[in-house]
């Protein structure tokens, strides 16, 4: 599905704190590292707190940095002057967490899907910007009769479709999809996860898709990056990352999804993960999953993993898979006096 591989956007040690009061930082996003290729989906999963969010906002530039480089088609999204801006926002857009409150309550459906091409400019007579919302409307599976309403008249999978059609308004190229499935019914899901793909498909889209859990992003995603705690602890394509999982806590996650057989549902193990997600205003030392890992060793407290490459492309921060210090850690339990 990627074109030739080549690198759209990148992300380098991407860091987005937060002053929370009294002398705290909150370390929502700490440290991300990776690139998402030219009409690819890249997968960002991890549980509700884990920083989603605040990264894909601050990829699209609505939240600055704290650190890090963010950089789209060559050029750094932090540090461009308005009209620059104003050009990148062509380009990428972004379709909210939320579809009941990212829509204006008092716009209609035609005012809310317009309002970016009448700052664009992009339309010289309101019969032409007419038209095409009526053609985003269809798009997206509405119909024109759907744009003199107001938001609250639709199903929460319609307002879905709504911001969708807003988010492509501008014709863009990448898309940050923010859970843009899990306010719906599962019925629901599947419609819309095939408008993305419909849409990928007919307008060549990139999309940085963000969920909570694994279980949609496995059909939907090329490549999935899996987070915790502010960080990436595991990289590699979608299909390796079902395969042949290596972080703990991707082997959770995939445990958490339910198996549509009866029979086996019920027999399978679940790895259940303990207690809460610690707090990223004073996160763990050393590895930031130690504290839930079933695996964890003396030296996790100590030293953060490193982030290894153990096949071509498959990325994961754990020291189980750090031959060179799991070596040490061996000799060192071996006892001194045989
Ligand atoms: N504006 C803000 N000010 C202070 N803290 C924030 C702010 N936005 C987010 N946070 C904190 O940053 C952390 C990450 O939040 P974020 O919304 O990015 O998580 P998420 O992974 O998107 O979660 P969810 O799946 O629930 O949407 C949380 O601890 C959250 O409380
Ligand atoms: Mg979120």
Redesign the pocket.
């Known amino acids: 599905m990627t074109d030739s591989q080549s690198v759209l956007l990148s992300v380098k040690d991407l860091k987005r704190h937060?002053d929370?009061g009294k002398g705290k930082t909150?370390k929502?996003?700490d440290g991300l590292s990776f690139e998402i290729y030219k009409g690819e989906t890249f997968g960002l999963v991890?549980?509700?707190?884990?920083?989603?969010?605040?990264?894909g906002r601050t990829i699209l530039g609505l939240y600055n940095k704290t650190d890090g480089d963010v950089v789209f088609e060559g050029q750094n999204v932090h540090d461009m002057n308005d009209k620059e801006r104003h050009q990148f926002l062509k380009k990428m857009q972004m379709v909210f967490?939320d579809p009941y409150a990212s829509l204006n309550p008092r716009s209609t459906v035609y005012e809310i899907i317009a309002e970016p091409m009448e700052i664009h400019n992009m339309y010289k007579s309101k019969k032409e910007l007419r038209a095409r919302v009526n053609e985003l409307l269809e798009d997206v599976g509405l119909n024109r009769d759907h744009a003199n309403r107001y938001p609250h008249e639709f199903s929460g999978g319609q307002r879905q479709r709504i911001g969708i059609a807003r988010a492509l308004a501008l014709d863009p190229e990448f898309i940050i999809a923010?859970?843009p499935i899990s306010a719906l019914d599962v019925s629901v899901q599947a419609q819309v996860v095939m408008l993305f793909q419909r849409l990928q498909r007919e307008k060549g889209l990139t999309y940085l898709f963000?969920a909570?859990d694994l279980s949609m992003v496995k059909y939907l995603s090329d490549r999935i990056g899996v987070?915790y705690l502010g960080h990436l602890v595991e990289l590699t394509t979608s299909d390796q990352l079902y395969g042949k999982p290596l972080h703990p806590y991707t082997e959770a996650l995939l445990s958490a999804i339910p198996i549509p057989d009866p029979d086996i549902e019920e027999s399978r193990e679940r790895i259940l993960l303990e207690g809460e997600l610690p707090s990223?205003i004073d996160p763990p030392s050393g590895c930031v999953f130690r504290t839930r890992c079933p695996y964890a060793m003396a030296v996790c407290a100590t030293q953060k993993p490193d982030w290894l490459e153990k096949d071509e492309g498959h990325f994961v921060a754990c020291h189980l898979h750090d031959e060179s210090l799991m070596k040490e850690v061996k000799e060192q339990a071996k006892p001194m006096h045989v």
Not at 50 to 55: D, I, V
Request: charge should be negative.
């Open positions: 937060f929370v909150l929502a996003v991890g549980e509700s707190g884990c920083g989603k969010s605040t990264a967490q923010d859970e963000i909570h987070m990223p």
